[in-house]
């Protein structure tokens, strides 16, 4: 990962830590930690150090588990976010060594700040996938609508780590101009296999394991066909990385994020819990229609390496 761009971030995230400790200021050394801990991370992934990429994050997520647990027992749910937040700088040794390799000179890190802002407001997409549609639900829908949806979405969030994990190893290795179109083709297979499994099993799975939200059943159904998507999606936004071209995954992100919140409300009074499930499978569908549609001019331009 390029020196420049490390420091851009050390700017671009102290800004937002600054910003956020005005609400509360361990939300600051929160962000500031994780930015310096996806930055470590990245940086072993462009160094195909693999083996080191896995203890940085299985380290980070184990850590995070046993320390917010121990220290909730003291502070409450402080202790929690204390517990990540010591785990993110525990983690970050490979972006600390960085440091002193930063670069004095504006010019040198101007290049690289459009690039990093355009990774940051992706990385803030992405954090809103995960909270924002329940900020819409909760207050339309009420509580027993959410924790069934949720319940489904925890069903999609689990499986998408496969696609994350796809798409985290391509952008190193078609960075380097290596060609991974066979390694695509397996994701995309294996995503359609976990789709049905999902399908097929989920009423025995929730039968043994979650008895009391059998309302879940079609909630899940119909989200598992988000996996599909998603690894799509993942495996586009590799090359597009990979080449730079990250305007196209910012936006994609957002025609993600516009669609889903459109559809939630329209689609879930008419048809509850079910039509805010295919809300999301549908935004996903929008947000590859685009990725693909981009993905074709650029090959029609015969852009390198694409």
Known sequence: MDVQANQVILISASVCAIIVSLFNWLLGLFVIGMAFWMMSSYELLSRKLYSKYAI??????????????ILYSFFGIQGIIIGFIISFFVFSLTYFRTIPQFSKRFDKIRKEFKLSLHLYSYNLSNALLLYFDKLIIAPIYGYTILG????GFQFLMFFSMISVSFYQYLIPEESSGKNRNKIRVYGI???III???IFVLAPVILKVFFPNYINSLNSIRILSFGIIPMMITGT???KFLAMKLTRYVLFSSIIYQVTQVILIIILGKEFGIEGISLSVVIALICQITFLGIMHFRLRKMDVKNI
């Open 56 to 69: 940085n994050i299985i380290g980070a997520r184990g850590s995070q588990l046993v320390l917010s647990i």
């Open 148 to 151: 069934y949806y949720q319940l």
């Open 189 to 191: 297979a294996l995503s």
């Open 195 to 197: 789709t049905v499994l």
């Open 236 to 238: 586009l936004n590799s």
